[in-house]
C-alpha cells in the first residue's frame, strides 16, 4: 500500500518535472522509512541526494499532500540501505536529531554555521552567553531584524546548545501561530491543561515572529502567565520579532513590559562580506563546490539573504552538467547576464515608468517632475530603483529617465528602497506587486 503510494507520488513528480532529469533520477532512488499521520521520512542513498532533495523539500510536500488528502510533512535523511516500511518504527533509541526534530529545531542551526560580522556581533555574543547559562544571563533574550538577517538561526543554536549538554532538558521552539493554533485547539478539545502543562514547565521556549501575538486579547493573556511560569521555574524565554516591543502595535501593555525587561537587541542587514561568508557557509553545508571569486559576484547581486541559498541551488543544477561540476566566475557571469537580458529584451523603461504611476494613481510629469510630496516622491524613487535592479540600467541613464540632475540621486533612490523593503513587510509586497505586473 505504501509502496504503491510512493510509487504514484515519484510518477507525478518525474511527469511534472520531466525537464529536469536530475531530479527525476533522484527521486527514483529513495524511499519511505517511516510515516506517521502528518510526516513521512524519506531515507536518501547518499549524503549528496539529501542535500539536493532537501532543496525540493515543497515541491515534495505539495505531491505527498495532494495524494494523501491532507498536509503532509515531509523530511528526509541518509539511510545505508533504504528499505519500504508499512508503519511507524517502534522501538528505536532518538538520535540526536530526532531530539532536535521534536524541540522543533532545524539541526543545522548551530553557533558554528553561523557567519559573524559587526551587524550581528552583539547579538552572537549575547546568544552564546544565555546557552552557556540559561535564566540568568539575559531574560528575556529578544532579537529583532527584517527578514533573513538571522534570529530564528541564533534563538534556535541556543536551544540546539542547551541540548547537546542535556539531551533530556525541555526546550521548544514554535511560531507564534503554532502557540496560538495550539491554544486554540485545546480551549475547543477541552484540554487547556495538557497544553499549560506542556508550555509552562519548560526549561527554554522560544518563540518566532512574537509580534504575530498583538491584537489577539486571550492568546496574550495565556502567554503571559506561560512567561511569568517559565521566568519563576528559572527558564529561559526568546523571542523574536522584525521590530522592537515599543514598536508592536495592539500588544498589551504588560506584555510589552515583560519583553522589555531583558535584553534587546537589534541585528542588522547583512553587508557585502557577510553575505559572502553566508553564501559559503550554505555551499559547505550542501557539499557544493564553489569559488570564491563566483561567491563574491553572488554576494554582490542579491542582496536578500533568503534568496541566497536559492540562487546557490540553482547554479548549482547548473554546475553539474560541466566537467568540473564546480560553481565558477563563467557559471555566474552567464547565469545573470541571461536572466538580466532576458528582462531587458522584454521590457522597456517607458513600461517601469508606467507600471509604477499607475500603482499609485499619478502621471509620469508628477514622477519626472520637482515636486517633494510625498506620494510622487516615493514613485520616483520605486522607479529609480526598479530601473536600476531589474533592468540592470547604468545609474547615468536611469537619472536622464526620471529626469533627475545626476546619478547620485539614483543611488540614494535605490538604497532607500532596498533599506525600506526590508524593513516593511507591507511594502515589500507592493514592490514584489509592481514587479511581477511590470516582468513579461
Not at 541518509?78 to 532536535?100: C, H, N, R
Not at 548551530?110 to 547559562?133: G, I, L, R, Y
Not at 514598536?247 to 557585502?272: A, N, T, Y
Request: hydrophobic residues 40%.
Amino acid at each position: 500500500m505504501l509502496t504503491t503510494f510512493w510509487e504514484s507520488v515519484v510518477a507525478e513528480i518525474q511527469e511534472k518535472h520531466e525537464k529536469n532529469p536530475i531530479f527525476s533520477s533522484i527521486i527514483s532512488g529513495v524511499h519511505p522509512v517511516e510515516i506517521s499521520d502528518d510526516t513521512i521520512i524519506i531515507g536518501c542513498p547518499s549524503l549528496g541526494a539529501k542535500q539536493y532533495l532537501d532543496g525540493k523539500t515543497m515541491v515534495v510536500e505539495d505531491v505527498v499532500s495532494f495524494k494523501a488528502g491532507k498536509k503532509t510533512l515531509v523530511s528526509f535523511i541518509v539511510v545505508a540501505e533504504t528499505k519500504t516500511v508499512t508503519g511507524p518504527l517502534l522501538d528505536f533509541q532518538p538520535t540526536k536529531e530526532d531530539i532536535y526534530r521534536k524541540a522543533g529545531l532545524n539541526p543545522l542551526a548551530t553557533f558554528e554555521n553561523f557567519a559573524v560580522s559587526p551587524t550581528n556581533q552583539v547579538a552572537f555574543a549575547s546568544a552564546q552567553a544565555v546557552a552557556k547559562s540559561p535564566g540568568s544571563s539575559y531574560n528575556p533574550l529578544f532579537f529583532y531584524g527584517t527578514v533573513g538577517v538571522g534570529k530564528t538561526h541564533l534563538a534556535q543554536s541556543i536551544a540546539r546548545t542547551i541540548l547537546d549538554d542535556d539531551a533530556e532538558s525541555n526546550v521548544y521552539f514554535c511560531s507564534s501561530e503554532k502557540f496560538m493554533n495550539e491554544l486554540i485547539e485545546s480551549i475547543r478539545s477541552k484540554t487547556t491543561a495538557r497544553f499549560r502543562k506542556k508550555y509552562r514547565t519548560l526549561k527554554l521556549i522560544i518563540v518566532d515572529d512574537i509580534q504575530f501575538l498583538a491584537g489577539k486579547q486571550t492568546v496574550q493573556e495565556e502567554f503571559f502567565h506561560t512567561f511569568n511560569s517559565i521566568v519563576a521555574g528559572g527558564g529561559q524565554i526568546v523571542l523574536t520579532s522584525d521590530r522592537p516591543p515599543f514598536e508592536i502595535q495592539k500588544l498589551e501593555d504588560r506584555l510589552r513590559s515583560r519583553f522589555s525587561g531583558g535584553l534587546i537587541v537589534d541585528i542588522q542587514q547583512p553587508d557585502f562580506e557577510l553575505r559572502t561568508a553566508i553564501l559559503l557557509i550554505k555551499a559547505r553545508e550542501k557539499n557544493i563546490q564553489i569559488e570564491m571569486e563566483a561567491a563574491k559576484i553572488i554576494a554582490e547581486t542579491v542582496q536578500d539573504t533568503r534568496s541566497l541559498e536559492g540562487t546557490l541551488l540553482s547554479l548549482y543544477a547548473r554546475s553539474v552538467t560541466t566537467d568540473s561540476q564546480i560553481i565558477d566566475l563563467s557559471i555566474v557571469e552567464s547565469f545573470f547576464h541571461k536572466k538580466t537580458e532576458r528582462v531587458k529584451e522584454r521590457v522597456s523603461p517607458q513600461d517601469v515608468i508606467k507600471t509604477v504611476c499607475s500603482f499609485y494613481h499619478i502621471n509620469p510629469s508628477q514622477l519626472k517632475g520637482n515636486s517633494r510630496k510625498s506620494t510622487f516622491s516615493l514613485a520616483r524613487q520605486v522607479a529609480m530603483y526598479i530601473l536600476r535592479t531589474e533592468l540592470a540600467i547604468n545609474l547615468a541613464d536611469v537619472a536622464f529617465l526620471v529626469k533627475r540632475k545626476d546619478h547620485t540621486t539614483v543611488m540614494h533612490a535605490v538604497n532607500k528602497i532596498q533599506e525600506k523593503r526590508m524593513r516593511d513587510e507591507t511594502f515589500r509586497g507592493e514592490i514584489e506587486m509592481i514587479i511581477k505586473t511590470v516582468r513579461p
